[in-house]
């Protein structure tokens, strides 16, 4: 299913129309930006996620998911982690949740969403723990690299897309509650959560995840998450995405330091950029084509092509002619496309800097199919890209956000996908 249409379907939404610049004889394209305030029930439901009040059926999940195993052998710091092993966490974690009243309290479709960002916080800690020369246990990096995983657990189930990313960014966010005054700016953390994922289900997980560990500090840290909801409220961002004056208000305080979020930013943007991000076989030209095919475009692929170079590889001499073009119709006010992977929020972030340097305003198409489909686009391209790249670049992809641009288009194919929860 298309996303718009599910959009339409499951989710309420706000579509902010946009003023076009473009000069007179091109494609008169405007774009929307999309963000849910709420996700109401669907059919969806995450396998074995109890209903209220009864118990959850852990043989069962044993089954379907056999990377909880290799939860039962990974083992953690006592100081923090007395319970034991990161399995006895996860089922403690996911048994607090199941009590506490703000989860029972929810209608079916984020229940299930919670359940399994609680099952799957940890995943990634058999991957992550180390242990130093002190004896020492940790795990850094568990939440980013556990929420990547978790996509692939979720693809695997064909999770809905707006679904999906919501468990993903639960996992990603899920400590924050416990740790955000630490922050160097806390209220930019809360506020950029909010653009994220609900603030209000962030505090719930987290409130599970000290709930599911025994440590001498856990009052102390049940407090924090208590004071992060506070706070939250406090900043008009607990249950909804905090209300800035305008998109170009929001992507001015996401890139400047120190700035005030209640401050209506003067609109000064004289071009437009769109900046593809997909996989390789995903459909960016097919998208390009149907949408704004009179755009110029700056094109890696093609770049690389005329100057011999194979697709597995882009030299420093690549990305300068591609920089060198996007510059030319940057200083002429000429909107135009910037076609390439860009999978990483890191890459992006600096060619959002060169666009917003040349006052551009910047959207990003994000194009997914589904895995099926990307192999065989992939498999039908002039210059395919090996599988085995195309592996590792799943595997680093960050779908971007809100926060990064001034507006997102998401195009997302859905179709069958092997209902299984095999490890990623």
């Not at 909801?229 to 992507?251: G, I, K, M, V, W």
């Not at 119709?329 to 992006?348: D, E, M, V």
């Amino acid at each position: 299913m298309h996303l718009t249409t599910y959009f339409n379907e499951i989710i309420r939404y706000r579509i902010t129309p946009v003023r076009s610049k473009i000069p007179d004889g091109r494609t008169q394209f405007v774009p929307t930006i999309m963000f849910y305030t709420q996700i109401p029930d669907t059919d969806w439901a995450f396998p074995q996620c109890p209903q209220p009040n009864t118990p959850i059926d852990w043989d069962a999940l044993h089954q379907q998911f056999t990377w909880l195993q290799d939860l039962a052998d990974c083992p953690q710091d006592p100081i923090h982690h007395a319970e034991g092993d990161v399995l006895t966490h996860t089922k403690l974690v996911c048994e607090a949740l199941v009590r506490l009243e703000g989860w029972r309290s929810l209608p079916p479709t984020p229940r299930n969403i919670l359940f399994a960002a609680a099952l799957l916080h940890d995943i990634a800690k058999p991957q992550t723990t180390k242990t130093d020369d002190e004896g020492r246990i940790s795990a850094r990096g568990h939440g980013r690299i556990g929420a990547q995983m978790a996509r692939q657990v979720l693809q695997q189930l064909n999770t809905p897309f707006t679904i999906r990313e919501t468990i993903v960014h639960l996992i990603n966010q899920g400590s924050l509650p416990m740790w955000f005054w630490d922050k160097a700016d806390p209220q930019r953390a809360v506020i950029k959560t909010s653009w994220l994922v609900s603030c209000r289900w962030v505090a719930l997980l987290s409130e599970a995840d000290v709930l599911g560990r025994h440590c001498h500090d856990q009052a102390q840290i049940l407090e924090s998450v208590q004071f992060f909801r506070e706070f939250c409220t406090e900043n008009q961002c607990l249950d909804q995405p905090y209300p800035f004056a305008s998109d170009h208000s929001r992507f001015v305080y996401f890139h400047k330091d120190k700035a005030d979020p209640t401050y209506a930013a003067y609109d000064d943007t004289q071009t437009e950029v769109i900046l593809m991000c997909a996989l390789p076989g995903s459909g960016k030209d097919h998208w390009i084509r149907q949408n704004c095919s009179d755009w110029p475009m700056v094109s890696l692929d093609e770049i690389r092509q005329e100057m011999g170079f194979s697709p597995k590889e882009t030299p420093g001499e690549v990305i300068h002619r591609a920089r060198d073009l996007a510059k030319g119709y940057l200083r002429s006010h000429t909107p135009f496309i910037w076609n390439a992977t860009n999978l990483t929020q890191q890459l992006r972030s600096k060619l959002i800097q060169l666009f917003a340097g040349y006052n551009a305003r910047i959207r990003i198409v994000y194009v997914e199919v589904s895995p099926e489909t990307q192999r065989h686009q992939n498999r039908s391209r002039s210059a395919p890209v090996p599988n085995k790249v195309v592996r590792r670049m799943n595997q680093i992809l960050e779908i971007p956000g809100l926060t990064e641009v001034h507006q997102i288009t998401w195009e997302v194919q859905s179709s069958a996908i092997n209902q299984s929860g095999s490890k990623p």
